[in-house]
């Protein structure tokens, strides 16, 4: 399966969510509700063959590149052979990952050929190109 398309279904899925009224919310049973209230707030789309490949905490590492991939992507600021930068302290703030956790994802997933990197700039930042897409299911 491709990441753009997992991408695209959970988009998807946060606007009809995102359509459901507070109202309504209260009229839905406990699980439901706490399931439509914590998907209103996306987090990480965990993709199996990624987890088992380099463990979870490197998979979440990886599908917080595949959003922002998507982001500079839309916001067409990618570089021209698809790099785009990340912040390791923006990574600290939004998925909860040290600077020494971010390093071990990112060196599990440069070993599996998932991503690539490499310093551009003055000051120099931290640029990614995700190479691998597809996951068979």
Known sequence: MNTDD???EV???QKEINKIKPKDLLKM???????M?????????????????????SAFFF???????????????????GFFYVLSNNVAEK?????????????KLK???????KFMGMPAKKYFKI?????ED
């Open 111 to 117: 070993e599996h050929n998932l991503i690539e990197t």
């Open 29 to 35: 049973s406990g699980s439901d509700r706490l399931f």
């Open 131 to 135: 190479i691998k897409k597809d996951f």
């Open 63 to 81: 599908s917080y590149l595949l959003m922002e991939e998507r982001f500079f992507k839309r916001t067409n600021n990618l570089t021209k052979d």
């Open 95 to 107: 998925v909860f990952l040290s600077l020494y956790q971010q390093n071990n994802a990112i060196k």
């Open 6 to 8: 997992i991408l695209d």
């Open 37 to 57: 209230v914590l998907n209103k707030n996306p987090g990480a789309v965990l993709i199996d063959q990624v987890v088992k490949l380099t463990g979870v905490k």
């Open 11 to 13: 988009e998807e899925m």
